[in-house]
């Protein structure tokens, strides 16, 4: 079984950057893909992007070009840079792995 845990959400300037942390830990072999989603109050969570195991990536139109994820296979751990933050990037993000979801760090991009 896997638990994630999410670190570096926080309250940002448009135009600003922030990176997304999640370290999976538990009891598993391989994790063959992580994610992140996001979701902001009474809308539906939507993909932001995913990464496989040997690192092919997917990202959601509205952040192509702005969101870079990463991942380290020997931590266990996926990474969001998000740059040229908008107020639209406003939401909860979580960190996503098959079978389980994290509990969401908050993203507020506000001047």
């Known amino acids: 079984q896997v638990q994630l845990v999410e670190s570096g959400g926080g309250l940002v300037q448009p135009g600003g950057s922030l990176r997304l942390s999640c370290a999976a830990s538990?009891?598993?072999?391989?994790?063959?893909?992580m994610g992140w989603y996001r979701q902001d109050l009474g809308m539906s969570r939507e993909l932001v992007a995913i990464?496989?195991?040997?690192?092919?990536?997917t990202y959601a139109d509205s952040v192509k070009g702005r969101f870079t994820i990463s991942r380290n296979n020997a931590k266990n751990t996926v990474y969001l840079q998000m740059n040229s933050l908008k107020p639209e990037d406003t939401a909860v993000y979580y960190c996503y792995a098959p079978g389980a979801w994290g509990r969401g760090t908050q993203v507020t991009v506000s001047s």
């Open positions: 990464i496989t195991h040997d690192g092919t990536t």
């Open positions: 538990g009891t598993f072999f391989t994790i063959n893909y």
